[in-house]
Structures are given as C-alpha cells and as structure tokens.
C-alpha cells in the first residue's frame, strides 16, 4: 500500500517515499493520472506555454490528492503494507506512471489538432507535446516546492504546539496557521497587488489617446464638438467606440439605398463620478443627438474594459440603414475575465443606471412614435445587461428584445432557459417554450422554425458550443456537465471527454484563453452571426436573402484581414 503510516512517537507520517527524490510513489502515479487527463481535448486550441502550465497544475493536485489520501491513512492508523513488499510496489507504481504518462503524451497533438480541425485551423506541429511536457515538468517543481514549504510551516508550528496541547489539537492548530499564512500571502499580497496594478495599468491605458485619434466631426457622435461629453473623457474603448464603424455614406454605397449617419452616445467613467450622474449624461446625449426619433435603439452594456464588439454593431447599422442609435455606459477599467471570476457582479449597478433611465423617458414617448428599444451585451455585458431590468417589471412596456452574446455561466436568466429546456434538445443549444420568448443560436441554426410566432419581446442567447466562458460550471469538478451528454455541438472536438476535477481545470484555462480562439468559435463572435441574430431580435425584412449573404461576406472578407480575433 502507497498510503502512509503514523509514527505515534514522533508524530510523523510515514509515507513509502523511498528512492524517488523524496516522493511518494503513489503520488506519482496519481499526478501522471491527472497529468495525462489534462493532455485530452479542451474546447479551446491551447498553445504549449498554456498546456503545460494546465499539465503541471494537474499533476501538482493529483499528487496532493494522493497525499491527502495517504495522510489519512496514517491518521486513521489503519495496517501499512510491509516494507520489503512497499519498495518493490513502489517501482511497480512508478513504472505504471511513467507508462500512462508517455502514453498520454504521445497524443497530445492528435488530440490538439482535433480541437483545431473542428474550427478548420492549421494542425500544431509535431514539437508541441516536448514543449508542453517541459513546461509542465517546471510547473510541477515549482507547485511541489510551495506544498512542501506549507508541510514545514504545518510541521513547525504544530510541533510547538505539542509542548501545551494534545496531538492531534497541535495538529489542526499547525494546518490552520499554514493555510492562514498562504492564504495572507495569495490573496492578501499576490492577488491584491497583482489587482491594483492591473487596475492602474489599464487606467493609464484607457486615458491614453492615440496619437492618430481625432474627435469625431458630425453632430451624431459623442466627443464632437457640440457634444455633452468631451473627448478626453470617452477613455480609450469610447473613444474606438465613437470614432469608428460605418458612414452613412458607406452604408449608402454599400446597400444603394439612402441611409442615415447612425448615432453613438457613449459616457466613460471620468465623465461624472457616480453611475447615476453618468447615466443621466447618456440620456442628455441621446435627447440632444436625436436618438428618440431614429427607428430603433441600443442600450449595450460593454465588457469589463468598456468595449464594445464592434462585430455586433456595425452590422446593425447596415441593417438599419444607419436609422439606429446606440448607447453605453463604461463601468470598470478591468477586462472581463478578472471582473467575471473575482466580482461577477462587477458592472450590474452600472447597467440598471443607464437601462432604468433610459427605459422611463423611453415609455413616457407616444407608443407609434418611439424608437424600437433593444439591449444588448456581450460576455460580461450580457451577464450585466440580463441583469439592467427584472423581466416582470417591464410586462406592461416591454422592450422590443434584447441579443446576448457569450453570456457568462452565471448569467441567471440563461442559467433558468437552459436548465428548464424541452427534453431532448442539447444544452449547448436549448429549446426553450414554444419560442415565442427566447431563442438559443449559434453559427448554424437557431432553435426555432423561421416561421415560429414571437411574443411581445424577443430575447436572443447567440452562443458557440465550444465557447468555455459559457458552459463553465463549478459543478463539472464532480459530475459530467450537461452539454457533453448527447449529441455534442459541431465546434467541439469529438474527443473531449470529462474527468472529475480535471476537467474544471480544463475549463478553467480555457475560459482565460477563449478569446484568443478563432473568430466564430470559442468566446470570439463572428459578424456573419451577428447577423443572423439581429435579423432574428429585430425582424428586419427589407433585406433580401441575396443581399443578406452579400453582407456577411462583405464582413467575413474584412475581418478576416482585419480582426485581431480577440477581445477584453
């Protein structure tokens, strides 16, 4: 038996190390288990720096699993196996692992390039498991050294606990006091510095004007002269916001048809100090532009830095024939996958703001003259803007839908569609009623037949089945999440598979790195989808299906040139 026994004398635990370096073999075979599971297909491409962090991290929490495991096995003082036997069962452990572990190794790349092949991406190169395996190897030295330095704290404080108290109190006292100082360190040291500078880097970045920035000219655009909200104070994201996306006059050569110059309204974080006083801003912006008088408008609520995808919206501006308007309010300087795994509800306050002031000068306007009000986010935007408004509260003057994209795994009405899906259809793109409330898509299909009747509002979930920001659960550490049951979506490599407690690794790093995914895959939205969904959200008719498809070209042509497939 690899487990380890308790020396009632010295208050030490025996654990079969032996000729290993100090490890126990057990432990080994435990981390080369959780190391090669780490080697399968995520839903996401992983370059070898990320996959071999994933892979040492794995192997550093099998093998304090194991220790965990053997520790209790002292503790309980259960029979260990004979020493003569324990070493030769110590190489025969040892071996297994070295055997699973090269095994494993050898398919990394078939199993990368699954994951690449589903997003018709070129294959990695034959070089990628050696890379991963050495940075994987360092990961798990470094990991090893920290648990040891937390077993001599243990040690050292328990021991001198033993002078005045009981064993086994000493003991809980001396894991108390190591978890207490690792935890002081990681989260009051490491993770709060790390924060605050983050923090003031992209501060300084968002004041940062590029040098060929230029304040936007025509009247419809906030930071123009006649403006409420000077340049200065757009930040960076307004800034990019404002100053880009399509002309009327591109817009006009592009459709042939007249157009108007569409209007953006949007309020960085250093344009008032509180988010009501921001959001009231937004509003005199959106009444000295015009905004009320165009056909339709936007309420989008960015991600964690201010962005907004400019996939999402350009479009819609040449649906709308440039006779839309759209608003956003900035809330944070952080990106959104710092705000969404240590504040999810990072923002929300934010978009209640600018969502309630907006909607009641909204509902005061004549029913047959006001614009059509839709909402909009992406990621933590969508998170965020789910939460503007409870649905309840606008049944007597609903708005006309809303498109969420990318909508983070605690999105609560998400959460709700999903988990009360009609039996049969996929997690990954769930039915939901009869359709006339919510729909699901993703790059292929929706979940309900064109000609399927819409209530009063439509709500729109565009989401990829390989997108991790999405179908991240905490749960998955112990039981097979629900969109691997079944049919799997068609940008999932047919090789993923789930492992309890690797697999929330897994996903873990994934979700850090999904926007780094190809552009229609991972957490990285392509406009051609955007398309198909503001169609569905809007009910736009006066595009023909030919001009449609010449449209999505147009813009899988010029972000294929363009994108840097990625986002905050």
């Known amino acids: 038996m690899w487990s380890c026994g308790r020396n009632t004398a010295s208050g030490r635990c025996e654990d079969s190390r032996s000729r290993f370096g100090g490890l126990s073999a057990g432990g080994v075979l435990l981390a080369a288990i959780c190391f090669s599971a780490s080697l399968t297909p995520g839903l996401v491409p992983r370059s070898y720096p990320v996959q071999g962090v994933l892979s040492g991290l794995s192997a550093a929490v099998g093998y304090c699993i194991a220790a965990l495991l053997s520790w209790l096995w002292g503790y309980l003082e259960l029979p260990r196996v004979p020493l003569a036997i324990r070493r030769r069962l110590d190489l025969a452990l040892i071996g297994v692992a070295i055997a699973i572990a090269a095994a494993f190794a050898w398919q990394t790349t078939a199993w990368q390039n699954s994951v690449l092949r589903a997003m018709a991406q070129p294959l990695a190169s034959s070089a990628y498991p050696i890379r991963s395996v050495i940075v994987a190897v360092a990961t798990f030295v470094l990991l090893l050294f ?88 757009l930040g960076r994201r307004g800034r990019d916001f404002v100053s880009t996306g399509p002309t009327a006059d591109d817009i006009r050569t592009f ?44 309420v989008i609520t960015p991600t964690g830095t201010g962005w907004i995808d400019p996939s999402a919206v350009d479009p819609l501006e040449y649906l709308f024939h440039g006779d839309v308007a759209s608003v956003a309010l ?13 504040e999810p509800g990072y923002g929300a306050d934010a978009a209640r703001e600018l969502f309630g002031t907006v909607y009641r000068y909204w509902r005061l306007l004549p029913k047959d003259s006001r614009p059509k009000l839709y909402l909009h986010g992406l990621s933590l935007g969508a998170l965020n803007s789910e939460r503007s408004a409870e649905l309840y509260d606008l049944l007597a003057a609903p708005p006309d839908g809303a498109l969420w994209s990318g909508p983070p795994f605690e999105s609560h009405y998400w959460r709700y569609f999903t988990a009360n899906r009609q039996p049969g259809s996929p997690a990954w793109l769930p039915e939901f009623g009869d359709g006339s409330l919510v729909r699901f898509m993703n790059q292929e299909r929706t979940t309900a037949p064109a000609a ?74 392509a406009p051609q989808h955007y398309i198909d969904a503001w169609l569905l959200v809007t009910g736009i008719s006066d595009w023909s299906e030919d001009d449609v498809a010449r449209l999505k070209r147009w813009f899988f042509q010029k972000n294929a040139a363009a994108s840097d497939g990625g986002h905050d």
């Not at 005199?284 to 008088?293: D, H, N, V």
Request: with cysteine; aromatic share 12%; charged share 20%.
């Open 146 to 233: 920290l648990g040891r330095g937390f077993c001599w704290l243990f040690q050292a404080s328990s021991g001198r606990m033993r002078h005045y108290l009981p064993r086994r109190v000493a003991n809980v006292i001396g894991v108390a006091t190591a978890v207490a100082v690792f935890w002081t360190l990681a989260n009051g040291v490491v993770f709060r510095v790390g924060l605050h500078m983050l923090d003031a880097t992209y501060r300084e970045a968002d004041e940062m004007i590029p040098p060929d920035g230029t304040p936007p000219a025509t009247a419809s655009k906030t930071g123009s002269p006649s403006s409420l909200v000077t340049w200065e104070d």
């Open 255 to 298: 459709t042939g048809r007249d157009a108007l110059e569409p209007i953006r309204v949007y309020v960085g974080l250093s344009a008032a100090g509180t988010a009501r006083e921001r959001a009231e801003l937004a509003l005199a912006e959106l009444k000295r532009t015009g905004a009320f008088s165009r056909r339709a408008l936007v």
């Open 330 to 342: 900035q809330y944070s300087y952080l990106s959104s996958p710092l705000s969404l795994l240590f």
């Open 452 to 525: 399927t009747p819409w209530g009063p509002m439509r709500l729109v979930y565009l989401q990829y089945a390989s997108d991790p920001i999405v179908f991240f659960d905490y749960r998955d550490l112990y039981r097979r999440p629900a969109w691997l049951i079944g049919s799997r979506g068609p940008d999932v490599s047919p090789d993923l598979e789930w492992y309890p407690i690797v697999s929330l690794l897994q996903l873990s790093f994934d979700a850090l790195i999904a926007t780094g995914a190809p552009m229609g895959y991972g957490h990285v939205y």
